[in-house]
């Protein structure tokens, strides 16, 4: 969610569009929920794009082949550890255009992104079981954090996105943002 924020804010364009698209999709005076998904591909977009550029784990936990098998056009023997760098593969530049600039659209539907490119929870039989949940929880969260929030910087520089790599990825200077509440968020309150 930081890394979403951060790139959010940097990109106002972005967060506009978003915006609009959330306050198009709820009914009445709720918040959104998960019957509304189908109408936020931009939002699911945006989150794409901010995994893609923002991976929890910048490495994806080893694999082993059981049996010997080619990658990439190299044999690769039974029983090799193999460590997939989703970060590297995410900003390839033969598999992205402009893959350092923060672009949501790419990930619209229309557009075709190979699976075999984009593994933010791995690929196969072994990606994360977690990735429905954490893809459904991250569209609730940041969907409702624009919702009921009015989003501003702190100072009127672009937030610093130099990344920390350990385990997971975090930023090396901690997110900070100041919020409005939005008109909605009083009358859910009330």
Known sequence: MEWALANLLNHPDVLRKAKAEVDDARVGDRLIDESDFAKLHYLQSIISENLRL????????PHMPSSDCTIGGYHVPAGTIIFVNA??????PSLWDDPESFK????ESGSSVDACKFIPFGMGRRSCPGDGLANRVMTLTLGSLIQCFEWERVGG???DMAEKTAMTMFKVE????????RPILDMLLS
């Not at 949501?104 to 990930?107: K, S």
């Not at 901690?174 to 509440?181: D, F, V």
């Open 157 to 159: 520089d672009k937030i």
């Open 104 to 107: 949501p659209e790419r990930f």
């Open 87 to 92: 970060w590297s593969l995410h900003r390839d």
């Open 174 to 181: 901690p997110l900070e943002l100041m919020c409005r509440a």
């Open 54 to 61: 923002c991976p929890v784990t910048p490495l994806i936990p």
